[in-house]
């Protein structure tokens, strides 16, 4: 997840020539995912850095939900300012919000292992 934001954040800050530094939020979002992930490779940190993880991605869908909306209503015909920067805002909702409905489902999967074992 990491290195698919880190990417993201790059080509909407260097492939579509963005003036700004917001275009690197994505960025800025996976560098941490990325590390968060480095971490929970060890068994003792893998639980605190899922829960990490799937915080992180929960604030990255509630401070990007706007942008899906808006690209909703682009699709739908609606005129929108910079296009391009609510496309990525758009994926970058997206793969947040499916990161924490995977996170959730996977700490439920565990759960119900846990009862299972003796």
Do not use: W
Request: positive net charge; charged residues 15%.
């Amino acid at each position: 997840m990491g290195i698919i934001f880190i990417v993201l954040g790059l080509f909407a800050y260097f492939g579509l020539r963005a003036e700004s530094i917001t275009a690197l939020i994505p960025t800025f979002f996976g560098i941490p995912f990325l590390i968060l992930g480095l971490l929970g490779q060890k068994d003792n940190l893998r639980k605190h850095m899922m829960h990490a993880a799937a915080a992180l991605a929960l604030i990255g869908f509630l401070g990007t939900a706007s942008g899906l909306f808006k690209f909703i209503s682009m699709i739908g015909g609606t005129g929108v300012e910079r296009a391009q920067a609510v496309t990525i805002q758009a994926i970058m909702s997206i793969l947040c919000l499916l990161f924490v409905i995977l996170a959730v489902k996977s700490f439920i999967d565990a759960r119900k292992a846990r009862k299972i074992q003796p």
